[in-house]
């Protein structure tokens, strides 16, 4: 299985800041037969499930405010937040589809400091 | 607008099968386009994928709950399910299905986010 670690395990980021959230995989997840890095990202608030906000290590969703971006390849992924709000706080979640099972990482809780 | 569902026991004695469903709304699981999944998450725990099936009936699971788990599609019903037997304290979870896992075209068909999330629903494993 791939496994999917992140860094850091929480993060306190003051609000209009910048926030960042490091995504290592224990394999490449670069398919090199369409150049594309299998990796998502998910943010889920309290009591909700989680909500798709990266898909291709840094294609935003629809309905994503540009704040949020992906960048990073084959092991090594950031999500991060360009100007932090309030309603950003959450877990986010990488995940690699690259291959089964899918595997996601442990969370990052985000918090307002 | 395609939405997601899952329905079924909140509780399940140990030992027992857990069964649940997922209704899918606003949109046919018969096109063929995607592949469904189960996912869960433990109270304040990370996510679990469980397994993905196709309409064609092709399934994959996740090798640590393979025995256990059986995932079906009902198409009729626009619904597809998830079996997991002899659960214990351990199976008690947010269980989420959702779309993705997998996307088709006429051509081929590749590993796939996840883009739409059922609400989830708690089952908890107890005499």
């Known amino acids: 299985d791939i496994v999917m670690t992140q860094s850091p395990d929480s993060l306190a980021v003051s609000l209009g800041e910048r926030a960042a959230i490091n995504c290592k995989s224990s394999?490449?997840?670069?398919?090199?037969?369409?150049?594309?890095?299998?990796l998502a990202w998910y943010q889920q608030k309290p009591g909700q499930p989680p909500k798709l906000l990266i898909y291709?290590?840094?294609t935003r969703e629809s309905g994503v405010p540009d704040r949020f971006s992906g960048s990073g390849s084959g092991t090594d992924f950031t999500l991060t937040i360009s100007s932090l709000q309030a309603g950003d706080v959450a877990v986010y979640y990488c995940?690699?589809?690259?291959?089964?099972?899918?595997?996601f990482g442990q969370g990052t809780k985000l918090e307002i400091k | 607008q395609v939405q997601l569902q899952e329905s079924g026991p909140g509780l399940v004695k140990p030992s027992q099968t857990l069964s649940l469903i997922c209704t899918v709304s606003g949109g046919s699981i018969s096109s063929g386009t995607y592949y469904w999944s189960w996912i869960r998450q433990p109270a304040g725990k990370g996510l679990e994928w469980f397994g993905r099936?196709?309409?064609?009936?092709?399934?994959d699971y996740n090798p640590s709950l393979k025995s256990r788990v059986t995932i079906s599609v009902d198409t009729s019903k626009n619904q597809f399910s998830l079996k997991l037997s002899s659960v214990t304290a351990a199976d008690t979870a947010v269980y989420y299905c959702?779309?993705?896992?997998?996307?088709?075209?006429?051509?081929?068909?590749?590993?796939?986010?996840?883009?739409?999330w059922g609400r989830g629903t708690l089952v908890t494993v107890s005499s």
């Open positions: 099936i196709h309409t064609s009936g092709t399934t």
């Open positions: 995940q690699q589809y690259y291959s089964t099972p899918y595997t």
């Open positions: 959702a779309r993705g896992g997998g996307y088709c075209s006429s051509a081929s068909c590749w590993n796939w986010y996840f883009d739409l």
């Open positions: 291709w290590a840094s």
């Open positions: 394999q490449n997840v670069l398919y090199s037969s369409d150049n594309k890095n299998y």
